[in-house]
Each structure stands twice: as C-alpha cells, then as structure tokens.
C-alpha cells in the first residue's frame, strides 16, 4: 500500500506562496521557490490529494490554496480516518493470526502431554527449537555433543540466547572438551559464558539433549530415517530420569573458566544506571540523550566507557551483562 502524502516542508512552502502570494503559475512558483517545474507539479499533486490546494474557478487549469483553518480540519480528518484504517487492519491482522494459530495447533494434531512428538525435517525443528527459546522462563539444559558447530547455527542461535539471558533464564549447557580446537565455536562458547550462560566441558556426552523449563525435552530421533527427526517428549518420569542423567554429567564435568565480571563497578551513579537501562531496552543514542537531558556526544562517551569497564563487544552485551550484574 502506498503511504498517504503528508505535508513536508517543501510542501508548506508551496502552499505558503499559493496561499499568502496568490501565486498560481507552476512556473513563477518555481522560480520564487528554487525548484523545478517538474518538482512544484508533483508537490502540487500532493497537495491537491490532501484537498489543501483545489482547481481554480476563474482559470481551472491553475489551482488557489484552502484557508488554513479548512485546511487544518482536512488534516485532521484525514488523519483521523487513517488512523481508524490503520487500527482496522491491526485488528484485522489479529484476528487472522488467531485464527491461523487455531488452524494450525489443529492441523498438528500433536498428541497429549504425556506423549511423545515426533518432528521431521530441519525445518519443523528448528521452528519448534526457536518456539521453545522464546517462551522459556526459568532454566535451560543441554548437552552439545557435536565438535565444531555451522556458521548458520552460530549465526541464528545468537539473538535467542541473547533474549532469553535478558530475561533472567538460567542457562547451563554441556559441551564436548573438543569445542577448544575449533576456533569459532569455542569464541561463540565463550561469548556465552561471558553473557551468563554456566558452560562446563565434558569428555564425551551420551546424546544431543534439551530440557527447557523441566517440562519439555527434546532429542535426536531414529539416525536410521532417511531425513533428520526429532523427539520432543513431556512425560514426567522421562523427563524426571532425563535431568537426573543431565545432573551426572554436570556434576563430573569441568566447568569453564569463570567469566570476566562487572566486577569493580558494584555502585554506579544514577546517570550511569539510567544510561544501562535504556540500552537493555534497546533504545538508541538520540532517544538516551534526550531522556537525560545530555548531548548524544556525552551519552556515546558514557557508553564507550562503560563498553571498556565491562568488556562488553557489543551495546547489546553491555545491557545483557548490566542485566546479570543488578544494575538495572
């Protein structure tokens, strides 16, 4: 849908000078204007569109400007209906979306909460691997048997880890002693330890295991199916005997050397806080500015410095890691 035009600067130039210089010509208009006549006829288009300029009864080939008060109450209403259409296709929109849910939890067909759920293909996976990231609340086990882990995965588990740490869940994940030979996925460990996320190193593993919230598990199914699959399980004692085997395993493995923490910076000035919290909120540097009633060059000073004090690479890191600490 194309957006509405809306009254810019150039466009209340123009209708300035039709309105107060009863000037009609498109081509004195573009000389007193310094623009072209190409520009002034398609600003005039627009301004006929939202019925601030109108034919002219003595000459229609040329157009005369609405009063200002009319004007405004064409805005007004103009707006106003938008705004109605805008808040009718959000409505709109929701009700299809909830209706599609519907269909869809339907459609799956998934059994009780004491079955099991078989997942095929990479895709269904993945969607349901990053359902479960975006809903957890409290805790998330895993085992990672695999040595050097993709890019693409790399790449895609990121900003889930990063979500879900924001929100306080506690992550504890086991990986193979091999992960330190592999350059990218021991930096991509160690970014996540740095987050918050509890990292020990085992020997082996006995399988790929994820508990999230002690009440859904999921892991590897049949390696003899010709496409990959997956498990997802609720049943109480399974997942019961499941976090007992994560237990075992946690408990005999190495844990990963303790993080660098927020450490010195156990009081912070207000200002500083302030500044924290509004960067965990994502927030930009013009927004953070205003709000503390400071130049953006003085809030990207205090972020550079607090980037330094912490090690954080990253605002969002930063945020994260002022999140782990207490500070905001």
Same mark, same amino acid.
């Given at each position: 849908?194309?957006?509405?035009?809306?009254?810019?600067?150039?466009?209340?130039?123009?209708?300035?000078?039709?309105?107060?210089?009863?000037?009609?010509?498109?081509?004195?208009?573009?000389? @007193?204007?310094?623009?072209?006549?190409?520009?002034?006829?398609?600003? #005039?288009?627009?301004?006929?569109?939202?019925?601030?300029?109108?034919?002219?009864?003595?000459?229609?080939?040329?157009?005369?400007?609405?009063?200002?008060? #009319?004007?405004?109450?064409?805005? !007004?209403?103009?707006?106003?209906?938008?705004?109605?259409? &805008?808040?009718?296709?959000?409505?709109?929109? &929701?009700?299809?979306?909830?209706?599609?849910?519907?269909?869809?939890?339907?459609?799956?067909?998934?059994?009780?909460? =004491?079955?099991?759920? #078989?997942?095929?293909?990479?895709?269904?996976?993945?969607?349901?691997?990053?359902?479960?990231?975006?809903?957890?609340?409290?805790?998330?086990?895993?085992?990672?048997?695999?040595?050097?882990?993709?890019?693409?995965?790399?790449?895609?588990?990121?900003?889930?880890?990063?979500?879900?740490?924001?929100?306080?869940?506690?992550?504890?994940? +086991?990986?193979?002693?091999?992960?330190?030979?592999?350059?990218?996925?021991?930096?991509?460990?160690?970014?996540?330890?740095?987050?918050?996320?509890?990292?020990? !190193?085992?020997?082996?593993?006995?399988? @790929? !295991?994820? #508990?999230?919230?002690?009440?859904?598990?999921?892991?590897?199914?049949?390696?003899?199916?010709?496409?990959?699959?997956?498990?997802?399980? =609720?049943?109480?004692?399974?997942?019961?005997?499941?976090?007992? !085997?994560?237990?075992?395993?946690?408990?005999?493995?190495?844990?990963?050397?303790?993080?660098?923490?927020?450490?010195?910076?156990?009081?912070?000035?207000?200002?500083?806080?302030? +500044?924290?919290?509004?960067?965990?909120?994502?927030?930009?540097?013009?927004?953070?500015?205003?709000?503390?009633?400071?130049?953006?060059?003085?809030?990207?000073?205090?972020?550079?410095?607090?980037?330094? @004090?912490?090690?954080?690479?990253?605002?969002?890191?930063?945020?994260?890691?002022?999140?782990?600490?207490?500070?905001?």
């Amino acid at each position: 849908m194309a957006e509405p035009p809306t009254l810019d600067a150039t466009a209340l130039a123009v209708y300035r000078a039709v309105l107060l210089y009863r000037e009609h010509d498109r081509g004195r208009l573009a000389a @007193r204007l310094d623009m072209t006549a190409e520009e002034v006829g398609q600003v #005039i288009e627009e301004l006929v569109a939202l019925a601030m300029l109108r034919p002219s009864w003595d000459q229609p080939d040329l157009v005369r400007a609405v009063s200002p008060e #009319i004007g405004l109450q064409l805005l !007004l209403q103009r707006e106003q209906r938008e705004s109605a259409l &805008r808040q009718e296709r959000t409505e709109q929109t &929701r009700a299809a979306l909830s209706l599609l849910s519907t269909e869809y939890a339907s459609h799956e067909e998934r059994p009780s909460r =004491h079955d099991t759920e #078989i997942l095929h293909g990479m895709d269904e996976i993945r969607t349901r691997l990053e359902a479960l990231a975006s809903q957890c609340t409290k805790e998330v086990l895993s085992f990672l048997p695999g040595g050097a882990l993709p890019t693409a995965a790399l790449r895609e588990g990121q900003p889930l880890n990063e979500r879900a740490m924001l929100r306080g869940v506690r992550f504890r994940n +086991v990986y193979l002693q091999s992960i330190t030979k592999d350059r990218q996925t021991y930096a991509y460990v160690r970014w996540v330890h740095e987050l918050g996320s509890e990292v020990r !190193l085992s020997p082996r593993l006995p399988m @790929r !295991l994820l #508990i999230v919230d002690g009440g859904t598990a999921v892991i590897p199914g049949d390696p003899e199916e010709p496409h990959p699959t997956a498990l997802v399980l =609720h049943s109480p004692p399974v997942l019961r005997a499941l976090q007992e !085997l994560f237990e075992a395993y946690w408990k005999d493995a190495t844990p990963l050397e303790a993080p660098s923490r927020c450490g010195e910076l156990t009081e912070l000035p207000p200002q500083e806080r302030e +500044v924290l919290r509004m960067l965990a909120n994502g927030d930009k540097d013009e927004t953070v500015a205003r709000a503390l009633g400071i130049s953006v060059r003085t809030e990207r000073r205090m972020v550079a410095d607090l980037l330094a @004090r912490t090690g954080a690479s990253s605002r969002f890191e930063l945020g994260v890691k002022a999140a782990k600490a207490g500070w905001v």
